[in-house]
């Protein structure tokens, strides 16, 4: 079946400007998570959203970065006046959540490029 | 806090060389252990997993063992490919947490 797709795959923006990523989950997935890989770094994590549940928000890394997840399905991640170290590439994942072992299956996704 | 320390790359080897990619963790209790692998242009795929100790997680010809004594799982492949070269990913996650907590990465380029 089809697995978690991101959009766009590539942006673009400049300084100050805000931007939103969109996330589809693999159908069925009830947890759905964001992650950042910067240049050179390991994926940091972001947010969490688990079925209706208050999100996760944990790892954001400051009041510009938000998230919502509309109907338990598609995520957007939105960031706000956008910083040059904000780039980096985006990355969405998504699962069942209905065990321990706590399989993720990955996107794409998105690189960003604030210039 | 929960951690995970990787081998640092890049590693470059020859086909059909052996593959070893040293990962350890740090973590109370109990985690699950991963190993993810980025190929080119690609995203993140799940390349094996172990979920207790002793374990051994195995696909594509890698493998890796959960050794809770020395808190380690490393990766290893006898005869490596070209179609290997890729960036590997070790990961753990811990009941009732919320998250992969990811090791930095370890670049593998495979030379003929």
């Known amino acids: 079946g089809a697995g978690v797709s991101q959009s766009p795959s590539n942006k673009v923006t400049e300084k100050g400007k805000d931007v939103e990523l969109r996330c589809d989950p693999i159908?069925?997935?009830?947890?759905l998570y964001w992650y950042r890989q910067s240049l050179g770094q390991g994926l940091e994590f972001l947010i969490y959203?688990?079925?209706?549940?208050?999100?996760?928000k944990s790892g954001l890394p400051s009041d510009r970065f938000s998230a919502e997840r509309t109907g338990g399905s598609v995520s957007t991640l939105t960031i706000q006046r956008t910083q040059q170290e904000d780039s980096a590439v985006y990355l969405c994942?998504?699962?069942?959540?209905?065990?321990?072992?706590?399989?993720?299956?990955f996107g794409p996704g998105t690189r960003l490029l604030v210039l | 806090g929960d951690s995970v320390t990787q081998m640092e790359g890049p590693v470059t080897l020859s086909e059909e060389a052996f593959l070893t990619i040293n990962c350890t963790y740090t973590?109370?209790?109990?985690?699950?252990l991963f190993w993810y692998v980025q190929y080119p242009g690609e995203g993140l795929q799940l390349l094996l997993k172990?979920?207790?100790?002793?374990d051994k997680g195995s696909n594509k010809g890698f493998e890796a063992t959960y050794r809770k004594e020395t808190t380690s799982f490393h990766l290893e492949k006898g005869s490596v490919q070209v179609s290997d070269s890729a960036v590997y990913f070790c990961?753990?996650?811990?009941?009732?947490?919320?998250?992969?907590?990811f090791g930095t990465g370890t670049r593998l380029t495979v030379i003929p």
């Open positions: 994942a998504s699962s069942l959540r209905d065990s321990w072992t706590e399989t993720q299956y």
């Open positions: 159908s069925g997935h009830t947890a």
């Open positions: 959203f688990q079925g209706n549940s208050a999100p996760d």
């Open positions: 973590a109370t209790g109990y985690p699950s």
């Open positions: 172990a979920t207790k100790a002793d």
């Open positions: 990961a753990l996650f811990k009941t009732g947490a919320n998250n992969l907590f």
